[in-house]
């Protein structure tokens, strides 16, 4: 399997445009995790998906973030409009559980977005 | 106060050093918790994962967990120039609990 695949791998965008990143988890996982990671708040998770479903949300930080799974091997995450403090690595994750001994969540290579 | 709390670092050590890195928490649901590594330019890791209190060894790598203090450590033995990378410790209160992340530590270890 070649992993979590993540597209594009960096994004450079000016603010107020509207940006779409995408996620490829590996096949068979039920779980599709998003974070965001910035040197000041470290690792935080957006919106985990079970089966395609979202589960909690509760990570995303405004309205302008939102995500999607149409099926079981494609997520989006989309921010309008994107504002400079949106700059971070964005990482998506799939996992067989949520967690419990010896669960792993599989990150992607991240996509680093910069809002000019 | 975060749940988890975690040294950002950086620390740098020389080659062949014991590294000890750490992290608290304030949740004393936690149950389960690990240990990620996450190269520069690369997504985290599993390295390491034990279920409540002691020790869980694994080649160069110790970790520790002590539920009554709050407190987990990784220890790493013989460290070596590849070892260098930022040290995530992470933790959650079941099975069915989304997990909960440190900021992270950087450590580079000097050959």
């Known amino acids: 399997d070649a992993g979590v695949i993540q597209s594009p791998r960096h994004e450079v965008t000016e603010m107020g445009q509207e940006v779409t990143l995408r996620c490829k988890p590996i096949?068979?996982?039920?779980?599709l995790f998003w974070y965001r990671q910035t040197m000041m708040r470290g690792l935080e998770l957006l919106i985990y998906?079970?089966?395609?479903?979202?589960?909690?949300d509760s990570g995303m930080p405004e309205d302008r973030f939102s995500a999607k799974m149409p099926n079981a091997s494609f997520s989006t995450l989309k921010i309008q409009p994107s504002e400079p403090r949106d700059s971070a690595v964005y990482f998506c994750?799939?996992?067989?559980?949520?967690?419990?001994?010896?669960?792993?969540?599989?990150f992607g290579p991240g996509t680093r977005l910069t809002v000019l | 106060q975060k749940e988890v709390e975690q040294d950002p670092g950086p620390l740098s050590v020389p080659e062949g050093a014991i590294v000890s890195l750490n992290c608290t928490y304030s949740n004393s649901a936690f149950q389960y918790f690990m240990w990620y590594r996450q190269y520069s330019r690369k997504g985290p890791e599993l390295l390491m994962y034990t279920y409540s209190s002691g020790n869980k060894e694994d080649g160069r790598f110790t970790a520790q967990v002590d539920k009554s203090s709050k407190y987990i450590s990784l220890f790493i033995r013989d460290s070596q120039p590849s070892d260098s990378a930022t040290y995530l410790c992470a933790m959650t209160r079941s099975s069915a609990s989304k997990i909960i992340f440190g900021s992270g530590t950087r450590l580079s270890i000097r050959p």
């Open positions: 096949s068979g996982h039920d779980y």
């Open positions: 994750a799939s996992s067989s559980r949520l967690a419990g001994i010896n669960n792993e969540q599989f």
């Open positions: 998906f079970n089966n395609n479903v979202p589960i909690d």
